[in-house]
């Protein structure tokens, strides 16, 4: 039996500590959280087995311990932690930035035991009430060893993301930061400058916010996140941020002088390249973007109209596994949203809906 120690239950903490207990229902859960209805949630839930009010004795016994409080408190909850740990004890965290917490750590003479982690995995909602074992799974989990920790504790830990559902990636903390500082924290300084540029440029009548359609609200749903916590992440990884920012401000330039010229050969080479390599994202065989299965029926506005759908493909025995209304149609037809497990359903649910005289809308 294995004792995980959590300094920290919030949406990433309570997600794995969740899958834990999924996975190893005897496993021992240690958590600390400076908020206290996280921790009677937790031990309600049957997710915690102890529940500290402070950072001591009772974490002596864990075999992993997971740093998962703002990245801010690292330096003192490292230093709370180090009189308490046992050698043995494989000491990570979840944090979106590695490279500092790295320097934390061998500072404290602590490279031997530490293995950098995280979760590409999340949600603009937060805390323990917003966590979920589900989070994890199919979602790169990125390893950053130090040098010194020996290959045993790597390929223990490997062994357990894998168990959680998770896609393990080893990388060095600076590949990571440089990484990361594109595909996630660069998106998120996109977005909350995008939605301030809309807020800025709107009428006293609310017009723009009014009809923000799907695109908008696809681009700008990460704004939503935690403020403090994506302040944190641009104070820790400034560098690699300035340097990919300073070259998407140079590929905005370039644009706008497509549009100057009204270059009609180059905006379509700019939006089909993008589309070109985004869709390979979903045509890759691993990774967490997979192909949904989607269909959009445009349906009656009238009582019933979901049931009827939904009771056709329940007696042709097709299995929904979403299905909900979408509330605007700037991209694509339809207004009933139905998602299948995979291609076959998605494909018979079409013919049979057909055949009942639904107009159907396919999204890739």
């Given at each position: 039996m294995n004792t995980y120690g959590f300094i920290g239950l919030g949406l990433i903490g309570g997600s794995?500590?969740?899958a834990i207990r999924e996975t190893e229902e005897d496993a021992c859960i240690v958590a600390y959280d400076v908020n206290g209805e996280s921790l009677k949630q937790a031990w309600a839930d049957g997710v915690a087995n102890v529940t500290a009010d402070a950072i001591d004795e009772r974490f002596s016994s864990c075999d992993y311990l997971f740093l998962c409080a703002p990245v801010?408190?690292?330096?003192?909850?490292?230093?709370?932690l180090k009189d308490y740990l046992s050698p043995d004890c494989l000491l990570t965290d979840?944090?979106?930035v590695k490279t500092d917490i790295h320097n934390n750590i061998h500072a404290l003479g602590l490279d031997a035991q530490f293995i950098g982690g995280h979760p590409m995995a999340g949600s603009e909602r937060v805390g323990y009430v917003n966590s979920k074992s589900v989070l994890l799974q199919n979602a790169y989990y990125i390893l950053t060893p130090t040098d010194s920790v020996p290959r045993e504790k790597l390929d223990a830990y490997r062994s357990l993301v894998t168990r959680l559902g998770a896609i393990p990636l080893v990388l060095s903390c600076s590949q990571h930061d440089y990484v990361t500082a594109a595909?996630?924290?660069l998106p998120h300084v996109i977005s909350a400058s995008l939605v301030n540029l809309v807020r800025d440029s709107d009428n006293a009548e609310g017009l723009m916010k009014m009809i923000a359609a799907g695109g908008f609200k696809d681009i700008t749903r990460i704004s939503s996140s935690s403020a403090a916590m994506w302040q944190q992440i641009c104070l820790t990884n400034t560098e690699n941020i300035e340097n990919l920012l300073d070259h998407y401000i140079a590929s905005l330039k370039e644009f706008r002088k497509y549009l100057e010229n009204k270059d009609s050969e180059k905006l379509y080479e700019t939006f089909d390249g993008?589309?070109?390599?985004?869709?390979?994202?979903?045509?890759?065989?691993?990774g967490p973007i997979k192909k949904s299965f989607v269909l959009m029926v445009d349906i009656a506005d009238e009582p019933g109209a979901i049931a009827a759908i939904a009771t056709i493909l329940a007696l042709n025995q097709v299995s929904i596994k979403n299905i909900g209304i979408t509330h605007n149609r700037e991209y694509e037809g339809g207004v009933l949203r139905i998602e299948f497990y995979d291609q076959k359903s998605t494909d018979q649910a079409m013919t049979i809906l057909k055949g009942k005289g639904y107009v159907i809308y396919v999204r890739d």
């Open positions: 794995i500590a969740r801010q408190k690292n330096d003192s909850n490292l230093l709370l979840v944090g979106s595909v996630s924290h993008a589309r070109i390599y985004r869709d390979s994202f979903i045509s890759a065989s691993s």
